[in-house]
Structure formats: C-alpha cells, structure tokens
C-alpha cells in the first residue's frame, strides 16, 4: 500500500471521476458530503485541507479527505458542518491505521461514519453508534405520509390552516435561486443556536455555506428552499443535493410562528415537492433531534471513533475513556439514589 497526501485542487479530473465511480457503490457514499465537489469547495476555503489517495498494486483504491487540526490531528472535511464521512473507496480492504500513519497524522477523528464502511467499524467508540433518520421516498410521497403517526399529519393540517389565518396563504418554494434568503436562514439559525452563531462567525465556514448554496454540480449542489406567505420566509431549509438525496444542513424558522409547528409543515412541504423532482430520500443527519423520529420512515447506523496512528495512544485513551464512562455511571447512579 502507498498513501500519498495532496491538496484538494491538486487532485484533477481523472481523479474527480474515479472518485464519482467509488461513491456509486453505495447508496450512502452517494451523499453530498462525501463528493469531490464538497471536498473541492473546503479546499478552496481551508489551506489545512488534504486528501489521502490510497493506492493498491499502483491503482487508486480510496481517497481520505481529511482536515488537519492541532497537534496533527486530523477532523472530516469541513469539520464541524460534515454530517457524514469516512473513505470514498473501492471496497478493497486495507488498514486505516497505516493510511492515518503513512499520511504522517498523529490520528484521525471521526464522528458519523456509515457502519457499512467496516474497515473502520473495529475504530468506533462504545456507546458512539447511533441511528441516521431519513425520509424515505422510494414509493412516493403518498406511502411516506401514510407511514407517518396519523396524528402528526392531523395536527400538521389543523396547524397550517391556523397559520394560514393569521399569515395569509402559504406556499412552497422548491429551490430558490442564490443567496437571497440565506441571510434569513443564518440569523434564524444563530439567534437559536450559540454554536452556529460561533460557526459562522468564521469566514471559512461562512464561504463554504456560500459557494455549496451557489454550486450546481450533480455530485454536490445547494437547495434553499422553504415556506413562504407572499414572499415572506416561515420557515428555510439549505439542503445539498447528490445524485438521489437531499441532505438537510441548516434549517430554521421564523420563531415567534413555533406554535404553529412551521418547521414540520416545511419538511412536509419539502418531503412532497422533492419527491415530484424524483428524489428519493432525504437524509436527516446524524443529530438525534426528536423531530427527525417523528418525520423518519428509514434509517442507517453511524459511528464515531478515531484511528490513531500509535497503537501505545490507542491502548492510552481507550483506558481514558473506559475510566471517563465508569465516573459517568456512578455519577447517574448517584442521582438515580437520591431521587
């Protein structure tokens, strides 16, 4: 095995279509996130982005986009807004170790990987995996509302039609053009959530949302879209779309609306106009947030981990975390005796 490190933009168009061919064996490696356009985009943004090329007998046989972050330790392309990554390969078996060590990182960390990739399944932490939540529309919009509780769509309908009185009609907009409303969508999402104010704070993160809004690569190309009443926003989602999913990214509404539940008549909306447009399924992501159980039909499992490039490290803080967990339980042990 030989394990060559370059910068994204140094890789060219052989290797754009090679990687398009690994990511066709899968349904999941079909995600957005895992596109050489994705990759291409952080790169252009991040000078600390690099790509692992794997070679077998002197054919490429995966690429490993990676980020390198302190102490040469390296995160998923464009970290933390990477909702799903690993190796885009050819299946071939190798061991990740020798790629993380020959690539000269001290490890590689990683936090929803498919558990269908198993070379780094014996890499997952305990307790790490979890289920990614996706809406399924394989047999149409009508199957996937009636695989849906019968009470969420009543209350969704009685919900719309409340809002409607009080904002006037509303429509959806299946993929508006450019940058118009990303705005919006960030200040909703920022004022929610500290974390995404603290993001996108930082101009990297801000251009990569820009140029993956504005791309329109068949691998990776943005969708904005949402609930309107006249041209008002009610709720936004910016999506990325691959070859057969839609993956959500960010999304928010306008919240002094939240009683009339307007981010599940969105993803409703959404669920109905990408399946007209052929798609057939959205994923979620990884997030274990209560709304995505309720508007899933379907799932996959996912897992975190690291692989580190010293089997004494591996040993080290595998020990670490075994003590971290055993404080944990004694601690919800505690609490469960004194309630």
């Not at 060559?4 to 090679?18: H, N, T």
């Not at 050819?90 to 990683?110: H, K, Y």
């Not at 705005?183 to 920022?190: A, G, K, M, N, V």
């Not at 057939?280 to 709304?291: E, F, K, N, S, V």
Request: include cysteine; proline fraction near 6%.
């Amino acid at each position: 095995m030989h394990v060559s490190v370059v910068r994204p933009d140094q890789l060219g168009p052989a290797e754009g279509a090679l990687w398009a061919n690994f990511q066709e064996l899968s349904p999941i490696t079909l995600n957005p996130f895992f596109s050489f356009t994705f990759t291409q985009i952080v790169g252009r943004a991040r000078p600390n982005a690099r790509v692992a090329v794997v070679e077998e007998d002197g054919q490429i046989a995966a690429f490993l986009p990676y980020e390198i972050h302190s102490n040469n330790i390296g995160m998923p392309i464009g970290w933390p807004m990477n909702n799903l990554h690993g190796f885009i390969g050819s299946g071939t078996a190798f061991d990740p170790r020798s790629v993380v060590r020959a690539a000269g990182l001290r490890g590689w960390r990683f936090q929803a990987a498919p558990q269908q990739q198993g070379v780094l399944v014996p890499y997952h932490y305990p307790e790490t995996t979890v289920q990614c939540q996706v809406i399924s529309l394989a047999d149409g919009y009508k199957s996937y509302v009636e695989s849906l509780s019968r009470s969420l769509v009543t209350k969704t309908t009685r919900k719309r039609r409340n809002l409607e009185r009080v904002a006037g009609p509303l429509s959806y907009k299946w993929c508006s053009p450019g940058l118009k409303y990303l705005p919006q969508l960030i200040d909703w999402e920022s004022s929610r959530h500290y974390g995404v104010q603290r993001l996108l704070s930082d101009s990297s993160a801000l251009r990569i949302v820009e140029d993956v809004t504005m791309s329109e690569n068949r691998d990776c190309a943005g969708r904005l879209s949402g609930v309107f009443a006249d041209e008002l926003p009610i709720a936004l989602l910016l999506g990325i779309m691959g070859p057969q999913a839609l993956c959500g990214w960010f999304c928010a509404f306008d919240a002094s609306l939240s009683r009339f539940s307007p981010g599940t008549i969105m993803w409703l909306s959404l669920a109905e106009h990408a399946g007209n447009q052929g798609v057939t399924r959205i994923d979620l992501g990884a997030g274990q947030d209560p709304y995505k159980f309720k508007l899933a039909n379907a799932s996959y499992g996912v897992g975190g981990g690291a692989v580190w490039a010293s089997r004494a490290e591996t040993l080290i803080r595998a020990a670490y975390r075994r003590i971290i967990q055993r404080s944990k339980r004694r601690a919800q042990m505690r609490i469960r005796a004194g309630s």
